[in-house]
């Protein structure tokens, strides 16, 4: 199985911050990395696919990198509302793993 | 406007069964693999398994393969997960997404629904 490494595992970051968020696939993935955000209590929503394409509907703050084993979510200006947790996942073969997850929390 | 409804999650005992299902609408279900996921309270997410359009193929973790079964009724509109020998460790919420066409990403989730293995 494909293992998938977050990092940081969480941070602290303020309004108007550049937040990145690193991935890490345990071999090559080619592009098949996907960038889910979650709030407590709600269900996951897709960010990013294919590692640097936007889902529809989502802000263009959101961005997204990387190819082969290392990829990143950059959040240009963090908002208010970002303030979740973040899950990549690499979707090349299955199973389909996940990362342990990013918690952006509020400095 | 898509709709996932997952329905059947409650409290069962080790070693027993359940089955989840999940309501979709709002989209041409028999166009799209389905995929189910899990979360354990506190926990990050887990990938369970995922099912093609026309009931095929099928895929699963190892720690469900040979307990869980996924299958699909697509003129019910209907996804769904049939769990056996039921451990601790199954405790989660359980969504089901819709994957989408023009990637390998779950585009939609559903709400989620609870299942809790203990005696």
């Known amino acids: 199985d494909i293992q998938m490494t977050q990092s940081p595992s969480s941070l602290s970051a303020s309004v108007g911050d550049r937040v990145t968020i690193t991935c890490r696939a345990s071999?090559?993935?080619?592009?098949?990395l996907n960038w889910y955000q979650q709030k407590p209590g709600k269900a996951p929503k897709l960010l990013i696919y294919d590692a640097s394409s936007l889902q529809s509907g989502v802000p263009s703050r959101f961005s997204g990198s990387g190819s082969g084993t290392d990829f990143t979510l950059t959040i240009s200006s963090l908002q208010p509302e970002d303030f979740a947790t973040y899950y990549c996942q690499q979707s090349d073969s299955t199973p389909w793993t996940f990362g342990q997850g990013t918690k952006v929390e509020i400095k | 406007e898509v709709q996932l409804l997952e329905s059947g999650g409650d409290l069962v005992q080790p070693g027993g069964s359940l089955r989840l299902s999940c309501a979709a609408s709002g989209f041409t279900f028999i166009y799209y693999a389905m995929t189910w996921v899990r979360q354990a309270p506190g926990k990050g997410l887990e990938w369970v398994s995922a099912i093609g359009g026309g009931g095929s193929p099928t895929y699963y973790a190892d720690s469900v393969k040979g307990r869980f079964t996924i299958s699909r009724d697509n003129s019910k509109n209907t996804l769904y997960l049939q769990m056996n020998s039921l451990r601790a460790e199954d405790t989660a919420v359980y969504y089901c997404a819709k994957r989408s066409t023009s990637s390998r990403a779950d585009d939609f989730w559903g709400q989620g629904t609870l299942v809790t293995v203990s005696s």
């Open positions: 071999q090559s993935i080619s592009s098949y």
